[in-house]
C-alpha cells in the first residue's frame, strides 16, 4: 500500500501507532478532521504523512514557535522538504526560504499564527498550492481550555478565506467544551472526530508517601540509571534545593522556575532537551513547549493542584513509547499546605472549585483501586481492565487489615458530635481533622468551645494519629459510609450506610493507614518490577546502546540539533537488540527510513559490526 510504503520511506516507521491510520485517510480523503489524541499519541505524523503524499502545501499552524525547528529538522533528516518561518529568522534566510514556496520546494510549511495574519502573507498563501491546513494545538482557541491564545481566534479568517481546502485540528486536550468549541471556531464541516484513548499504557504510576523526599528523589532518580527525567516542585525554592542536593549527589540537575532570567530558564531548558543535563527542577511553568521524546521519569515532590494538572504534566514522560514512570510523593502535611493557599482564595466560586479539584487528586493518592483507572476516570474513561500492569495498586495490592472496630469508633464519634450539636441547638457539622483530634484525646479551641471532651468517645482512638484518622476516614467517605459536605470547610456526616454499619457492626477492611514517617522503609521496598509499566521491553545490549548514543550525540551536535533528530531511543535500543549488520537489516529497524540510512547507516554499522566481533571485557 501507498501509505505504508511512505510511512517506512519517509519516517522509518513500519506500522500505524492506534488511530494514526484512521486519521491519515480522512485526511487523504479530503476531509475536515478533528483529532484528539494524548501527548505521544503520535499527532504529528497525522499530518506529515498525507504531506508527504501530495503534491503541494501543508500548512502547519503552531503556538509553538521553539518547537518549530526541531520539528523542521527532523523532518529534514526524513528526506522530507520542510520550513518554517517565524520572527527567529533573519530577513536573508527568510528570503530564501520563500524563494523555496514560489518553487513548491516544500511539502510543509510551520508558521506561528501571529505571522499568517499579515497583510503580503496572505496574498502569497493564496498563489501557493496549499492543499491542507493544520492546526496544531487547536484547544488553543478555545477559552475553556487550559492555554488560551487570542491570536488563534483569528484562525477563523484563514478558513474564510480558503473555504475549499481542508482543515486538521489537533490537540491532546480532551474536555467536550473545547472539542466543540473547536468545531465551531473552524468552522469544520462535517469532520471527521477522532477521539484517542487518554491511556498511556507505556507510563507506570506510583504514590510514595512523602517523607525526606530530598532522599526519595534521589533514590528513585539513581534507579533510571542515567534516564532523564522532571522534577515538578511547587515552589522555586523547593525546585532550587532538590536541584541542588541532587548536584550534591553527583547526578546533573538544572533549576527551572519563573525566578529565573529567561536567558537563564532558556539555558536550563536547552540543556535537557539537547541531553546535557539529566534532570530539570522545575514549577509547573515547565514542559508547555518542550519535545522531549525520552523523558523517562515525572516525579510530582509536591502534591499538584488538579488531576488535570497531573495528567498533563505526567504525560510529558514517555512520548517514544518506551516504558516511563511518574511518581507522586504524597503526604497530609501537603494537603493541609494546599488547603492553606486555598482558603487565602477570596472568590468564594473560585475558592469551592480549587478545593473539589484538590479532593479529586487526594483521591487520586490515597485510591487503593488502580492509578490508571482513577485517572482515566476523570477524562470519563472508563479502564476495564482488571489489573493494568502497570500502577503500584496492581502490582503490589496493598495488604488489607480488619478495621471495623476503628470504623466503628470514628462513625461513633461522627453521630455523638451530631448528637451534641443538635441537643445544644447548635447544629454543625465538622471536618475530618476534628473528630480525629477528638478520637485521639487533643485538646484544641474548638473541642473546648463545643465541650466535646464530654463525649464517649473522645480519646478512645490513640492507637492511631489524627493524619491515619483522616486516612480512615476518607476511606469511609469513598465507601459512603460518610457524606462530605461541600461548603466552604469540607465537612462530614453520617450517610444511610453509615447509619445501618453502626447497627450491624462491620465488617470492614482497607488497606493499613499509613503515617508518612513509617511508612519509608516499605515504600522503598516497593520499587522493582513496578516501574516497567506494561509495555516491557525485550531485552537489548547495554553496553552497545551506550556506545550508540554516542555515536547519535556526535552527528546531533555536529548538526546543531537535539539527539532525537538523528534517531530515537526506541530505534537505539531496537538497534542495540537487532545488531543489524548489513544496509537492508539496518533500514528494517523501526525509525530507520531510506534517508536516515544514507545520512547515518555506514557509522552506525560500523560501531554494531566492531561490538559483535570485540565483546566487553
Ligand atoms: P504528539 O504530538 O501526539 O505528542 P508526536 O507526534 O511528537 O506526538 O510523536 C511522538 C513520538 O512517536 C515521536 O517520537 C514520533 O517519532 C513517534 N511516532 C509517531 N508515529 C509513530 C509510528 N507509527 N511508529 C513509531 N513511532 C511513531
Ligand atoms: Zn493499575
Known amino acids: 500500500m501507498k501509505t505504508l ?34 501527548t505521544g499519541g503520535g499527532k504529528s505524523l497525522c499530518f506529515q504523512l498525507p504531506a508527504v503524499l501530495g503534491q503541494g502545501l501543508t500548512l502547519v499552524v503552531s503556538p509553538l514557535i521553539a518547537l518549530m525547528k526541531d520539528q523542521v529538522d527532523a523532518l529534514q533528516a526524513n528526506g522530507v522538504e520542510a520550513t518554517f518561518l517565524n520572527s527567529s529568522l533573519d530577513s536573508d534566510d527568510a528570503k530564501e526560504r520563500f524563494r523555496g514556496l514560489w518553487r513548491n520546494q516544500y511539502r510543509l510549511l510551520y508558521v506561528a499564527p501571529e505571522r499568517l495574519f499579515q497583510p503580503s502573507f496572505m496574498k502569497s498563501l493564496a498563489e501557493w ?31 474564510e478565506r480558503f473555504p475549499a481546502i481542508p482543515f486538521m485540528a489537533l490537540t491532546a486536550t480532551a474536555t467536550e467544551r473545547v472539542r466543540k468549541d473547536i468545531i465551531t471556531q473552524l468552522r469544520l464541516k462535517d469532520p471527521f472526530v477522532c477521539i484517542g484513548s487518554f491511556n498511556r499504557p507505556n507510563l507506570a504510576y506510583r504514590v510514595i508517601p512523602k517523607s525526606k523526599p530530598a532522599d526519595q528523589v534521589r533514590r528513585l532518580i539513581a534507579a533510571h540509571k542515567g534516564g532523564a527525567g522532571i522534577v515538578y516542585c511547587a515552589s522555586r525554592r523547593a525546585a532550587e534545593s532538590v536541584a541542588e542536593s541532587l548536584r550534591d549527589a ?104 480549587a478545593k473539589a479539584q484538590l479532593r479529586r487528586m487526594i483521591d487520586y493518592g490515597e485510591t487503593t483501586g488502580c492509578r490508571r483507572a482513577n485517572l482515566l476516570e476523570y477524562f470519563a474513561e472508563k479502564f476495564t481492565e482488571p489489573n493494568c500492569g502497570g500502577c503500584d495498586n496492581c502490582l503490589t495490592p496493598r495488604e488489607l487489615f480488619d478495621a471495623s472496630i476503628p470504623m466503628q469508633k470514628l462513625l461513633s464519634t461522627v453521630y455523638r458530635v451530631r448528637s451534641a450539636g443538635s441537643a445544644s441547638g447548635r447544629s454543625a457539622t465538622f471536618g475530618l481533622m476534628h473528630h480525629a483530634n477528638v478520637l485521639t484525646g487533643r485538646t484544641t479551641e474548638q473541642i473546648t468551645r463545643w465541650g466535646h471532651e464530654t463525649l464517649s468517645t473522645y480519646g478512645i482512638g490513640k492507637e492511631f494519629s489524627p493524619e491515619e484518622w483522616q486516612q480512615i476516614g476518607r476511606e469511609a467517605i469513598r465507601r459512603g459510609l460518610l457524606n462530605q459536605m461541600t461548603g466552604d470547610y469540607p465537612t462530614v456526616d453520617l450517610a444511610a450506610p453509615g447509619a445501618e454499619f ?21 515504600a522503598g521496598e516497593k520499587r522493582g518490577r513496578g516501574s516497567k509499566g506494561n509495555a516491557d521491553e525485550a531485552p537489548y545490549d547495554e553496553f552497545l546502546y551506550e556506545k550508540l548514543k554516542a555515536l547519535r550525540r556526535a552527528f546531533a551536535d555536529e548538526r546543531n540539533v537535539p539527539a532525537f533528530v538523528v534517531f530515537g531511543d526506541a530505534t537505539l535500543r531496537a538497534m542495540a537488540r537487532e545488531k543489524p549488520t548489513t544496509p537492508e537489516a539496518f533500514l528494517a529497524v523501526s525509525g530507520v527510513g531510506p534517508a536516515k540510512l544514507a545520512q547515518f547507516g555506514e557509522k552506525f554499522l560500523g560501531l554494531i559490526r566492531g561490538s559483535s566481533t570485540a565483546p566487553p571485557d
Request: charged share 30%; glycine share 6%; net charge negative.
Open 502 to 522: 453502626l447497627k450491624t457492626r462491620g465488617p470492614f477492611e482497607m488497606p493499613r493507614p499509613v503515617a508518612p514517617r513509617k511508612a519509608v522503609a516499605a
Open 250 to 353: 553527583g547526578i546533573p540537575a538544572r533549576p527551572y522556575h519563573a525566578g529565573l532570567s529567561d536567558s537563564d530558564r532558556s539555558k536550563n531548558q536547552e540543556a535537557f532537551v539537547r541531553d546535557r543535563v539529566q534532570v530539570i527542577c522545575a514549577t509547573v511553568a515547565f514542559g508547555m513547549g518542550i519535545d522531549k521524546p525520552n523523558v523517562r521519569f515525572v516525579i510530582h515532590h509536591d502534591l499538584p493542584k488538579n488531576v488535570e494538572g497531573y495528567y498533563q504534566e505526567t504525560g510529558r514522560a514517555g512520548r517514544d513509547g518506551l516504558a516511563s514512570e511518574c511518581v507522586l510523593l504524597f503526604s497530609a502535611s501537603d494537603v493541609a499546605k494546599q488547603l492553606g493557599f486555598i482558603e487565602e482564595i477570596t472568590d468564594e466560586v473560585e475558592k469551592r472549585v
Open 129 to 159: 498550492p496549499v492543499e491542507r491546513v493544520a492546526i496544531d494545538e487547536a484547544h488553543c482557541i478555545s477559552e475553556w481550555g487550559h492555554d488560551f491564545r487570542p491570536e488563534y481566534r483569528r484562525l477563523i479568517e484563514l478558513r
Open 5 to 38: 510504503q511512505a510511512l517506512k520511506d519517509s519516517f522509518g516507521y513500519s506500522s500505524f501507532r492506534p488511530y494514526q491510520e484512521e486519521i491519515v485517510s480522512a485526511a487523504l480523503a479530503g476531509r475536515d478532521v478533528l483529532a484528539l489524541l494524548p
